[in-house]
């Protein structure tokens, strides 16, 4: 980015009154952003289901308000253009953003904010396009071997110009996709969130002055900074700590995939190393890991299970230290295939919570279904249109220190479900079935949260494909809790003869009458179950949550006979072992040998290394890092 005046921070004090207005000003101006968004976006995962990030940053680019974390500086530092007042700017790249977007369906819109000819920063958003072209609907494909295979990868770009918009531009990304009108209306609903936070900053500048209000962003920022700093020091240990956990498959026969974290900290600095972790997979389940995205992720993962009243934003990024080794899973060499990147992203949680519990267990949650579930379904109706409906569907969320888990939740707190009338009314199928999947969560003092069963029927010929993870290793239970229950897919054909489906998987032919049973993880339980209430199980079992089976197994609880369950659970705790801090269910080795007898599908088989993409050793990874960071 060249020629452009970036305004100046200034080194003034702001009074704490007008700093909760400039704070309260920037949160409404972040959600009306999504409000916008909303009411304006075509596809049902943006509309319904809110799979989109907004952001409101200050003049370098660091977030003050948003979700993801910030990705600015790094993109203009490779644009080469000037920017102007009334420019938008479009990517879909995630190798030409660093990896701030994961994959190619996410449209990543730039606005930048001037005032008064300065630049004092930015409004940006993603979302999720249904469609980005590609060889398969949903631009998806889990046999992907790079992404070429994707869809279009969009370069930063231009589509506005000082407010004009470049028609021809747009027009040539929109012919590469299957529904064309969709994805314009949803891109031009991203842009018009961005112009709302635009608006809504300008607003702020002309009230207090652009000089109060660029010390208010620096006045959030410097608290954040503080909060944070002081939670390291509560949270991290001094000494190293590790963790790790897999990724089941890559939808190519090949896993699993283990992710190895280790964590320490010097002083108020915390360190994070993914050394360990496996090289990058020939399949898409490899996940760009933005360094700013993950150490947004500690941030929240910290904030909401420490202190949650601590705002999000960049103000804490100097504190924080991400090693990631160039060619692993998590930072894989160009061309790699990322479309399967969710099951690695929300797979993140789980082992960074791993890692936290090694220094206070007490304070961490088990594993969630630690991944993005996706049904994804198209083909041609009677009438000769052509239909495509994408789905995220969600687990069970892990039992934590301050209850149960939730039941069929999504990983990420804002996310919703597409409501059944929606699908029924728009799409050729129909729902015979959104459940609850009985005892699918981690019995534990506070239980883990049960998966969800969806049944669709579908009425026209065509084809599906699912996304998910979990078939292979279990969702890990803590202090005494135990794992949740698998995943688990299985289509049910017109003349009642039933297929087990891979957890990823494109192109199953499905005929009006087929039906897939769509069955999500759970998450794992919290601490011993013996110690949970008899009459709180009781009640679970009354809901459906738990099978008195499950009761009087797990829990040590004979459903309607108080004395009988303190008999049980007396025999039960007399009779078994110390436990370990987690409970990983079977062996790693145990689940591969046993794979076929118990999840009716084969086992994985090692990854294979990839020739072209050389995985950065663990001394090179921390050197080049560690150097930057010192600088």
Not at 248 to 264: I, Q, R
Request: proline share 7%.
């Amino acid at each position: 980015m060249k020629d452009v005046k970036i305004a100046e921070i200034p080194d003034i004090d702001v009074d704490p009154v007008t700093l909760d207005i400039i704070e309260g000003g920037l949160k409404n101006a972040r959600f009306e952003m999504d409000a916008v968004l909303f009411r304006t976006a075509m596809s049902p995962v943006i509309r319904e289901q809110h799979d989109e990030f907004p952001m409101l940053t200050d003049p370098r680019g660091r977030m003050v308000v948003g979700q993801f974390g910030s990705y600015i500086s790094e993109m203009m530092d490779s644009f080469d253009q000037t920017v102007k007042p009334g420019d938008v700017i479009l990517t879909s790249d995630p190798y030409h953003c660093g990896g701030a977007i994961s994959h190619i369906n996410d449209w990543l819109v730039l606005v930048p904010i001037f005032y008064e000819n300065e630049l004092v920063g930015w409004s940006s958003m993603f979302g999720h396009q249904m469609d980005a072209g590609g060889p398969l609907p949903g631009s998806l494909p889990t046999g992907a071997k790079t992404i070429f295979g994707e869809g279009i990868r969009i370069p930063p770009i231009k589509i506005f110009n000082q407010g004009e918009a470049e028609e021809n531009i747009i027009k040539l990304i929109l012919n590469n996709v299957r529904m064309p009108e969709m994805n314009r209306a949803d891109l031009l609903a991203i842009v018009a969130g961005c112009r709302a936070g635009e608006k809504r900053v300008l607003e702020l500048c002309k009230r207090f002055g652009k000089d109060l209000y660029l010390a208010g962003c620096q006045a959030l920022l410097d608290r954040t900074y503080k909060a944070m700093s002081s939670l390291i020091q509560q949270n991290i240990p001094e000494q190293p700590v590790s963790f790790e956990d897999w990724i089941d498959d890559d939808g190519l026969g090949h896993g699993p995939y283990k992710m190895k974290l280790t964590m320490w900290r010097k002083g108020d600095h915390a360190y994070f190393d993914w050394s360990g972790t496996d090289p990058q997979a020939v399949g898409p389940v490899n996940f760009y890991l933005n360094e700013g995205m993950f150490k947004m992720f500690i941030g929240v993962y910290l904030i909401m299970i420490f202190d949650p009243q601590i705002l999000f934003n960049d103000g804490f990024y100097p504190l924080l230290h991400v090693i990631i080794p160039d060619g692993s899973l998590l930072h894989p060499r160009f061309p790699s295939a990322l479309g399967c990147r969710t099951h690695a992203l929300t797979r993140l949680f789980d082992v960074l919570g791993g890692a936290l519990a090694r220094g206070a267990p007490e304070f961490s949650t088990a594993a969630g279904y630690g991944t993005s579930p996706y049904m994804l379904y198209s083909g041609w109706d009677r009438k000769g249109d052509f239909f495509y409906v994408m789905e995220i569907s969600y687990g069970g969320i892990p039992g934590r220190p301050i209850g149960d888990g939730m039941d069929g939740h999504s990983w990420w707190p804002l996310f919703e479900n597409i409501p059944t009338e929606y699908l029924e009314a728009y799409y050729p199928l129909r729902v015979d079935g959104y459940t609850t999947v009985t005892d699918s969560g981690g019995a534990g003092f506070h239980r883990g949260g049960n998966g969800i069963e969806k049944r669709y029927v579908y009425l026209e010929p065509g084809e599906i494909s699912i996304h998910d993870d979990r078939w292979l290793t279990y969702p890990w239970g803590i202090l005494g809790g135990k794992p949740g229950m698998r995943s688990e897919k299985i289509l049910v054909r017109q003349d009642g003869t039933q297929e087990r489906l891979p957890s990823k998987c494109d192109e199953v032919r499905v005929e009006p009458g087929d039906m897939l049973i769509y069955r999500t993880a759970g998450g794992g339980g919290w601490k011993d179950p013996l110690d949970r209430p008899v009459e709180t199980v009781e009640a679970d079992v009354a809901k459906g949550l738990v099978s008195p089976e499950k009761a009087q197994q797990d829990y040590g609880v004979v459903v309607g006979d108080q004395k009988a369950s303190q008999q049980l659970r007396d025999k039960i705790r007399a009779e078994r072992d110390e436990g370990e801090l987690f409970d990983f269910g079977p062996s790693l080795d145990e689940i591969l040998a046993r794979c076929q007898e118990t999840t009716g599908l084969p086992a994985p088989v090692a990854p294979v290394p990839l020739p072209w993409a050389p995985m950065e050793s663990a001394e090179e990874a921390r050197k080049r890092v560690l150097t930057q960071d010192d600088r």
